[in-house]
Nanobody, 123 residues
Framework: QVHLVESGGGLVQPGGSLRLSCAAS????????IGWFRQAPGKERDWVSC????????YYADSVKGRFTISKDKSENTVYLQMNSLKPEDTAVYYC????????????????WGQGTQVTVSS
């Protein structure tokens, strides 16, 4: 059974850093792309980043490019999202999701989702 569990969220000051984790079970990271999405209160869910299943190619939304880094540890079957230079507008619930095949930017293309982890950037 496919299962995703996010962790690592919390409260951080502007300019700070957090590392989110997405622990996967029921499949291996070689078999599926992993995407990160976020949803702020009262806003739609936005795509943040994705890492491909094969060669580990990474993709980023313009709003986080240069500040966020997605990576995966196959031995741990876990995907990470390193978030640096955080801004108040990064405040949201962050979700990881998985799909077979290539990275996509639409949430509807992902079959399985984690429960989310809250990130709050505030002084």
């Amino acid at each position: 059974q496919v299962h995703l569990v996010e962790s690592g969220g919390g409260l951080v000051q502007p300019g700070g850093s957090l590392r989110l984790s997405c622990a996967a079970s029921g499949f291996t990271l070689d078999a599926a792309a992993i995407g990160w999405f976020r949803q702020a209160p009262g806003k739609e869910r936005d795509w943040v980043s994705c890492i491909s299943r094969t060669d580990g190619t990474t993709y980023y939304a313009d709003s986080v490019k240069g500040r966020f880094t997605i990576s995966k540890d196959k031995s741990e079957n876990t995907v990470y999202l390193q978030m640096n230079s955080l801004k108040p507008e990064d405040t949201a619930v962050y979700y990881c999701a998985t799909r077979r095949g290539y990275c996509r930017r639409l949430g509807g293309d992902y079959a399985y989702w984690g429960q989310g982890t809250q990130v709050t950037v505030s002084s």
